[in-house]
């Protein structure tokens, strides 16, 4: 072990990022299983259509692929991301079993920490907000037990809070940023780490000043214009939080009262900025340049970037306030364009929308939603189910009280 205490306090949060890690990907599972079920159901289910005679499945609506394509994004994203994490995470416990001291050891432990304490929070509450969104689309059906939707929920909810909850987490990696601004600005160190998660902020006052250059919908469509409107996003808000930060200790509060005073606006979504910068920069490499060295074929590339886009315009909308108060983007064009490339990228995804959940489901038997299965039988299967229930062919408990019905107005005579 080193005698460094800061070396060894480095790799001790790396390797205690395992549950975080861990949950993460019981996230993307849970997501792998709501969203087949939506999408099937979707694709299937007819309801009203532009003539009275015929009927078109709810996933042709613009509405539905709105509410379903974007969390159909996020589930191959942070797939491949915690894939790719967990194998990060790996490495950390390599070298601590090989007995590596190095300073890349501790460093890799502080990012690792820092990624782990923001991964699981976005991983949790994309998957809360997938099977509830999942959920409704279905529409009554949605609401039966058989479906699983609700056995989904049960899972899930237990990862907002479990190793630590999702808003105090986010604290522990933006204290880590803003550890890393505040050596450069009084130490002139450089900014990086093993993984490169940071080194785009060591020139941060040179991205500060570029501004968003999208002028078309299809210049939108292009992911590298979203890490672009990323990366400025994290610098405004590191430099903004510890700003407020240095703010409310000048104004005499002490370091604790100054953190918590600077979460709600700034150190929170600064955290929440990092990791969706991380995770599309991830994925968006390995659509460039393959995973496992195989580099996949054009239509499955041109397929893999929209899904890359589209979760990246979808979460780059949420930061709009912030983008317009730092001056990235100015007059009304700019919104505009994000949220027509977003619905054209839910359009455009539509047709593939089966083939993707079909890539990443289950087999039917574990999936064990009647109508979500794979042959698309939705009525055929919810009806099995009903039948297959326990009990579903007998007379329910109660079923003499509510044939015996009291007289109304008489009252029973009591027995002495």
């Not at 299983?33 to 499945?57: H, K, N, W």
């Not at 000048?250 to 953190?259: H, K, L, P, Q």
């Amino acid at each position: 072990m080193s005698q460094d205490p800061n070396k060894r306090f480095g790799a001790s949060l790396g390797a205690l990022s395992g549950g975080r890690v861990g949950i993460t990907g019981m996230c993307a599972c849970n997501m792998k299983l709501c969203m087949p079920i939506a999408i099937r159901y979707s694709a299937v289910r007819r309801q009203f259509g532009p003539t009275d005679g015929e009927e078109i499945p709810v996933l042709e609506y613009q509405l539905q692929q709105w509410r379903l394509m974007p969390y159909l994004a996020a589930t191959y994203v942070l797939e491949y991301w915690h894939v790719a994490f967990f194998m990060d995470f790996v490495n950390i416990r390599i070298g601590l079993m090989m007995g590596d001291k190095s300073e890349r050891q501790a460093q890799l432990g502080r990012e690792i920490h820092g990624l782990s304490c923001a991964s699981k929070p976005i991983a949790s509450w994309l998957a809360r907000d997938a099977i509830q969104e999942c959920r409704e689309s279905c529409g009554g059906h949605g609401y039966f037990r058989v479906n699983r939707f609700g056995e989904l929920r049960d899972d899930n909810d237990p990862n907002c809070t479990y190793e630590g909850d999702n808003n105090v987490l986010l604290q522990q990696t933006s204290n880590y940023l803003l550890s890393l601004l505040e050596a450069k600005q009084k130490h002139g160190s450089k900014i990086q780490a093993p993984l490169e998660s940071v080194d785009f902020i060591d020139d941060y006052e040179t991205i500060l000043k570029t501004r968003f250059s999208a002028r078309t919908v299809g210049d939108c469509l292009n992911p590298s214009v979203v890490l672009a409107a990323y990366k400025w996003l994290v610098c405004r808000l590191l430099v903004d939080s510890a700003e407020r930060l240095h703010s409310q200790m000048g104004s005499g509060a002490d370091s604790f009262t100054a953190r918590n005073n600077s979460q709600v606006y700034y150190a929170r979504s600064l955290a929440i900025a990092y990791i969706e910068h991380t995770v599309i920069e991830r994925f968006w490499r390995m659509v460039q340049e393959g995973k496992d060295g195989s580099e996949p074929s054009q239509p499955i590339k041109n397929v893999l970037t929209r899904l890359c886009s589209l979760f990246g315009l979808w979460r780059l909308e949420k930061h709009l306030s912030i983008l317009y108060q730092g001056g990235y983007i100015s007059g009304p064009l700019a919104p505009g364009l994000i949220q027509e490339a977003l619905l054209a990228l839910c359009g455009e995804l539509k047709d593939d929308a089966v083939a993707l959940v079909d890539a990443i489901a289950p087999p039917d038997f574990i999936l064990n939603s009647p109508i979500g299965m794979s042959d698309g039988q939705i009525y055929k299967n919810l009806y099995g189910a009903m039948l297959q229930g326990e009990r579903a062919l007998e007379r329910p408990h109660w079923w003499r009280d509510f044939v015996d019905k009291p007289v109304v107005g008489r009252l029973r005579q009591a027995k002495l």
